[in-house]
């Protein structure tokens, strides 16, 4: 548990010369110091998703343009969940995260004496009274379901969904977001010694392999996502540098056969390569996204003034969205998006630097590392740097469960920010009470002389 917070304030440490303390180093951290960290988080969310409302209702006004603005309008839908989402996010950041995740501390060392049966089932208590733990376990539930005939239901050839009646879950994205939480409580509880290889770090992986393989036959994009994440919460955790070295050529290998194993994703990766080469078939998203990307400009055609939504862009609302971005506000609208995610990236490294507590910050760690490498995914999809991944835009994509999902996490990590700006706040009135209780040349201050007379009962 103490090896926790050093790792990563060690990793942050170079950005900044105060370190662990407060930045009188850096005037600019302490003009930014005045905004509450909460304050920042809740903007750039909320900022975020006010864009997808527009950007999606922009994206979609040509397809349901004929059935006006109704409770069926994709628009409309995106606006609703949306508003559930940042709903969500305000409820989630009340909760002390510490309920939500889990309270217990590091294991204690064994006592002499003990045996490995009651080491175990000293272990398993600390798990099963976990809400982290259970978390994972519905999430695995969740990904066995989608996959058992007239459960799972499939759409785009793909199934990936859950039909709870009145919407479609992802479990996918129940999974992401439940890795990070249990991997958070995992490293801080450590109900088994991470340090070793067979006894702490393959049982870490066990979890987090099944939810992957789980996830990867129809989801190829979000179990890389995931593994990514885990290996770099795994590095942030505590565990050796030759553990991850070991298990990351197999994994590679993995992921190698499981793209060979399916045709469809041998062909877009050749198209990835040369998009001209077919025109009309795997290559013609990558094509209609560079010209969506290219002939926004500078500011962009304007809201609702794209061309390529027009039938030439597929998924223009999900996976191919800040295609859209690019096209309509052009490069500026394109960095006030990355502006955006910088927001919540800045919030999560603030935490790191400045939060007491392990488990905060390996959640804000983690939650950063998600957002931020599904937003660089997407965006590289966008413009052509990597293989069509299928993996949304955070906050702005289309889509239900993972807007209110991804809102749910973010609220913990709000949750953080509230008592990390207490703390904040508090070593800030400690200061300012100190330097008025002397002068610049040592003599005592104006306050120091009221509280000697009230200590004198003057």
Known sequence: MNGVRPILTGWMRGWCKGGEGRCRDCSMANSIYRLRLQDVLMLAVGALL??????????????????????????????????????????????????????????????????????????????????????????????????????????????????????????????????????????????????????????????VGIVCLLVVKEDFGTAALIGLCALAMCLAGGV??????????????AGVVFILIESYRIERVLAFLDPWKDPQGEGYHMIQSLLAYCSGGLFGTGLGRGI????????????????VICEELGLMGALLTTCLYVGILYVAWQIIRRCRDPLACLLAFGTAAMTGLQALINVAVATVSVPPKGLSLPLVSAGGSGLVITCATLGLLLNVAKQVDAQILETATDDARRDAGRTSDGNPGPLAAIESQQAAGI
């Open 50 to 207: 006010c864009l997808g409302v527009v950007m999606v209702n922009s994206a979609a006004a040509t397809v349901t343009g004929q059935e006006g603005f109704s409770v069926t309008n994709r628009g409309l839908r995106h606006l609703i969940y949306a508003a559930t989402a940042f709903i969500t996010l305000l409820a989630v950041g009340k909760v002390d995260y510490r309920r939500v995740i889990g309270r217990d501390g590091a294991e204690p060392p064994a006592q002499a004496g003990s045996t490995r049966w009651a080491m175990f089932k000293r272990c398993l208590r600390k798990c099963l009274s976990a809400p982290a733990f259970w978390f994972m376990v519905a999430a695995i539930i969740a990904c066995v379901m989608v996959l058992v005939p007239g459960i799972g239901r499939r759409i785009n050839g793909a199934r990936r969904w859950l039909s709870l009646g009145f919407t479609y879950v992802q479990p996918s994205e129940i999974a992401k977001w439940a890795t990070v939480v249990f991997l958070a409580w995992w490293f801080t509880a450590r109900p088994f010694d991470i340090r070793r290889f067979f006894g702490g770090f393959v049982l870490t992986f066990v979890p």
């Open 308 to 323: 390529q939504k027009l039938g030439y862009l597929p998924e223009d609302t999900t996976d191919f969205i800040f295609a």
């Open 240 to 253: 050796k540098w030759w553990h991850v070295g070991v298990v990351l050529p197999p994994a590679i290998a």
